[in-house]
């Protein structure tokens, strides 16, 4: 029988997945943690592949995230000759908040400013205030456990940032109503809680469950984004999803 590309590297992700929580059940952390690193960039691989005409935004996007991803080995390889945590997080989350910068910008493609603001003034408002409530809880969840101004700057805007492209993903999906902005906003909604229980995780208690949860929220968050690529390009071969 013969494999495609796109099957092996769905069966790799798979396998990581399965891999993250067989080494979670042990409580070999660096191992999981190490296989979880890998899932997106596999789904950037699989973007390369099957799609032609990419979005400089959403390619974009993929790369800087999966950059920070894999991290991890720099911090692992390197941690003992630079020692310094706050040089990784920073990068990281700098790496992070670009990512979701052009994400913001490849959802943004589809709207009509003017009109948005003239039809949905009373969603825009309340998700802005839903959102201020969000950051609000989050900086005073992790601020506890962040030593100086400069790293509870860049969580602050981390936050913000992330937000930002979870109301527009949704605002999108009203404005288009289509299967397109859908999946875009439901990978952003799964990318946001998957944040969002981490910070749980990592904060609040260290209960594994709420990393399994976190985990696949991640996994499909980035399987709805790569399903919105996937009709892009069905779209532009006229074909029918």
């Given amino acids: ?16 997945c399965m891999s993250f929580a067989l080494f979670e059940i042990k409580e070999e952390y660096f191992i999981s943690s190490i296989s979880k690193s890998f899932i997106v960039p596999l789904f950037t691989l699989l ?7 990419k979005s400089p935004y959403f390619f974009g996007f993929l790369i800087l995230f999966s950059v920070s991803e894999l991290m991890i080995f720099a911090e692992y390889y390197f941690i003992d000759f630079y020692p310094d945590f706050d040089v990784y997080y920073i990068i990281g989350n700098l790496l992070y908040i670009f990512a979701y910068i052009l994400l913001t910008l490849e959802v943004c493609k589809s709207l009509d400013y003017k009109k948005v603001f003239k039809n949905y003034k009373a969603h825009l408002f309340i998700l802005t205030l839903l959102n ?6 989050l900086i005073t969840i992790v601020t506890p456990y962040l030593i100086g101004t400069v790293l509870i700057v860049f969580e602050l805007i981390y936050n913000i940032i992330m937000l930002l492209l979870l109301t527009l993903s949704l605002i999108a999906y009203f404005y288009n109503d289509n299967i397109k902005s859908l999946s875009i906003f439901l990978g952003s909604l799964c990318i946001v809680f998957s944040e969002v229980i981490q910070i749980a995780y990592y904060y609040i208690t260290d209960q594994d469950f709420l990393n399994y949860i976190s985990t696949i929220l991640f996994v499909l968050a980035f399987c709805f984004y790569y399903y919105y690529s996937i009709i892009s390009l069905k779209k532009d071969s006229k074909a029918v999803v």
């Fill in 1 to 16: 029988m013969v494999f495609s590309k796109s099957n092996i590297l769905i069966g790799a992700i798979i396998c990581l």
């Fill in 47 to 53: 973007y390369i592949i099957n799609v032609k005409r």
């Fill in 132 to 137: 201020v409530y969000m950051v609000y809880v």
